[in-house]
């Protein structure tokens, strides 16, 4: 009963309030950033594993909440906020990806990139899945590959994002795509 009429005096104050849950969270209403966070939690996480291929996605994850917390009050509501939230968790992917360039190469060249993967299974009982496929493709390859393909960014777009040239992403995304098809093969 009691959590009942917690719930009412929530939604009575939210009718009465007239203000969304990210007006009242950019304000520092802990309530409803916890909503935000519990809305929007599964597209983030999903976004994010796509773009690093599963690696340290908790963490990463867990970056963009802290941000958006710090940030929120940067919202301008001139897009959505799903919109906001989705450029934020992106920029924040890139940035891990730029913190750790000066310790792994990002971006293999030239067609020696295909001697380093593995061949088909011999095993003929199930394919690859496409998830794990992803994950086997270099950090950067596969960075552009799911902003371009998944996530549907234009090549000047990705360019600006990386700080590359489009005619970069297009390689890469091609070398991305070979790849693919040698994995999934």
Same mark, same amino acid.
């Given at each position: 009963?009691?959590?009942?009429?917690?719930?009412?005096?929530?939604?009575? %104050?939210?009718?009465?309030?007239?203000?969304?849950?990210?007006?009242?969270?950019?304000?520092?209403? &802990?309530?409803?950033?916890?909503?935000?966070?519990?809305?929007?939690?599964?597209?983030?996480?999903?976004?994010?594993?796509?773009?690093?291929?599963?690696?340290?996605?908790?963490?990463?994850?867990?970056?963009? *909440? &802290? #941000?958006?917390?710090?940030?929120?009050?940067?919202? =301008?509501?001139?897009?959505?906020?799903?919109?906001?939230?989705? #450029?934020?968790? &992106?920029?924040?992917?890139?940035? =891990? %990806?730029?913190?750790?360039?000066?310790? #792994?190469?990002?971006?293999?060249?030239?067609?020696?990139?295909?001697?380093?993967?593995?061949?088909?299974? &011999?095993?003929?009982?199930?394919?690859?899945? %496409?998830?794990?496929?992803?994950?086997?493709?270099?950090?950067?390859?596969?960075?552009? *590959?799911?902003?371009?393909?998944?996530?549907?960014?234009?090549?000047?777009?990705?360019?600006?994002?990386?700080?590359?040239?489009?005619?970069?992403?297009?390689?890469?995304?091609? =070398?991305?795509?070979?790849?693919?098809?040698?994995?999934?093969?």
């Amino acid at each position: 009963m009691e959590a009942l009429a917690l719930k009412a005096e929530a939604e009575t %104050f939210t009718a009465l309030d007239g203000r969304s849950d990210v007006a009242r969270a950019a304000e520092g209403d &802990v309530r409803a950033f916890e909503a935000l966070y519990r809305t929007h939690l599964p597209r983030v996480y999903s976004l994010v594993r796509r773009l690093t291929g599963g690696r340290d996605v908790d963490e990463l994850t867990q970056d963009v *909440f &802290v #941000r958006v917390w710090q940030k929120l009050a940067t919202f =301008r509501g001139d897009a959505s906020f799903t919109t906001w939230l989705h #450029r934020l968790t &992106v920029n924040i992917v890139i940035e =891990r %990806f730029r913190s750790e360039q000066t310790t #792994r190469r990002r971006m293999l060249d030239g067609d020696a990139v295909f001697a380093t993967l593995c061949g088909p299974s &011999v095993s003929h009982d199930l394919p690859m899945d %496409f998830e794990a496929a992803l994950e086997k493709l270099p950090d950067g390859a596969r960075e552009i *590959f799911v902003l371009h393909d998944v996530e549907g960014y234009k090549h000047h777009e990705i360019g600006t994002l990386l700080g590359i040239a489009p005619g970069t992403s297009k390689a890469q995304l091609h =070398r991305a795509r070979m790849m693919l098809r040698k994995h999934l093969g």
